[in-house]
């Protein structure tokens, strides 16, 4: 049988967690199964690359970008090869382009095409443990590029997908959690979650996986289990969506901090104008989160919008000149917001959800500055201040600790 396990940074954080890790993956082996491992950069790596950029340059070609990244992720595949010949088993380290995982030309966000897996295959047959860097692939032009942000998640999903076999998705909690446990002691792991919730609160701000992992999971009815890799607890399925689960109104609560609001002042209120703000952010890849468009009273109106802060830096002269082509009067930008958000398949088939959400905030004197919501979530921007006691509330006004 074929497993993908995909370890995490924190998994990865130094040596004697690359040792752990390797431990885990030979023990895999042993049981009989041939084992391919998606590893992503140790802890902190990416950001110190990143940062290291930034003092190059304030504004790095994104090309440039992807091969600098790519690297971190390359130090720990070869690294927990080295580990794994320790103890006495096989193993060869690839990257993205090695193992044959083609993407599109978007540098930095880039989406998967194509993924060839004969090599792969080849060092499965051979008896070896294959260990491929997460977050990247390469173009048809043989250019490096990297999946975003979470990218070695969706590297482990796709691979899983193409080898039809489950995928293990290895963290430092010990599954999907109602709340951030670092921010709601009392949060309850959950051993069962929707591709669909897990999807929302992945999107939200939940830290566990990529969205766009879950997507791929979604779409092609992977089996993912997260699990802590420090100990044997069963974690959590994400599964399809069931009866039984469709009873529970409430899954979980999440938090987002990794957004500003943008708010384009006194727009014309004229038909066609909100679309040409939007086309010409659309244009330059910059990707708008929760919108809003205030009632205008005077012909004048304003666009609030979000956009994640590691975007604002490259996005920001893209907003000033999309304020400029309608002739706003300026742009103020707020980095200090929380999204809070809820979530939870049961909410098709019962009301007053958002009623009491918005009631717990006001009764801990939470203001809402932005609200949205679709089938299965509720959503709302608040002070950056006020984000995790919203979260607390809100987990505690939904019971979400109680054991079901």
């Given at each position: 049988?074929i ?9 990865v954080?130094?040596?004697?967690r ?11 082996k ?78 930095g ?36 590029t ?13 691979l ?21 446990p670092?921010i709601?002691k009392?949060?309850r ?66 938090i ?49 919008f ?99």
């Amino acid at each position: 049988m074929i497993v993908v396990q995909k370890y995490g940074g924190t998994s990865v954080a130094d040596i004697e967690r690359v040792k752990n890790v390797a431990k885990r993956v030979v023990k895999t082996k042993r049981a009989g199964n041939k084992v391919v491992v998606v590893v992503s950069a140790f802890s902190g790596k990416t950001n110190e690359l990143i940062e290291l950029a930034h003092q190059m340059v304030k504004v790095p070609s994104q090309r440039e970008m992807d091969m600098l990244l790519a690297t971190g992720e390359q130090m720990s595949v070869s690294l927990l090869a080295m580990a794994i010949h320790a103890l006495g088993e096989d193993a060869v380290s690839m990257t993205g382009y090695q193992v044959g995982i083609t993407t599109n030309e978007s540098h930095g966000q880039a989406k998967i095409v194509d993924v060839n897996t004969d090599t792969l295959r080849k060092q499965l047959n051979r008896s070896k443990i294959v260990i491929v860097a997460g977050f990247q692939g390469k173009t048809s032009n043989h250019e490096i590029t990297t999946l975003g942000r979470g990218g070695s998640d969706l590297t482990a999903v796709a691979l899983a997908k193409v080898l039809k076999c489950s995928c293990e998705i290895y963290t430092d909690v010990d599954g999907v959690y109602t709340a951030d446990p670092r921010i709601v002691k009392d949060a309850r792991k959950l051993d069962l979650i929707s591709y669909e919730e897990m999807l929302e609160m992945a999107s939200l701000g939940a830290k566990v996986m990529q969205s766009r992992s879950v997507e791929v999971g979604k779409k092609y009815n992977v089996p993912i289990v997260v699990r802590n890799s420090m100990n044997n607890n069963s974690g959590t399925l994400i599964t399809k969506e069931n009866k039984k689960m469709e009873e529970v109104l409430v899954s979980g609560v999440t938090i987002n901090e990794n957004e500003v609001k943008v708010t384009i002042l006194q727009v014309p209120d004229k038909p066609g104008i909100a679309a040409k703000v939007f086309e010409r952010l659309a244009k330059d890849d910059v990707n708008v989160d929760m919108i809003i468009q205030n009632k205008s009273t005077t012909n004048f109106t304003d666009i609030s919008f979000t956009v994640f802060k590691s975007e604002l830096r490259r996005t920001r002269a893209v907003i000033d000149k999309a304020a400029k082509l309608v002739k706003a009067s300026g742009v103020e930008i707020d980095t200090n917001i929380s999204k809070v958000s809820l979530v939870g398949v049961g909410m098709k088939s019962h009301s007053g959800i958002a009623a009491k959400m918005f009631s717990t905030l006001a009764k801990n004197k939470i203001n809402i500055e932005m609200i949205s919501t679709s089938e299965i979530k509720v959503s709302c921007v608040v002070s950056g201040t006020k984000g995790k006691a919203a979260v607390r509330a809100i987990h505690k006004a939904f019971g979400l600790s109680k054991k079901k």
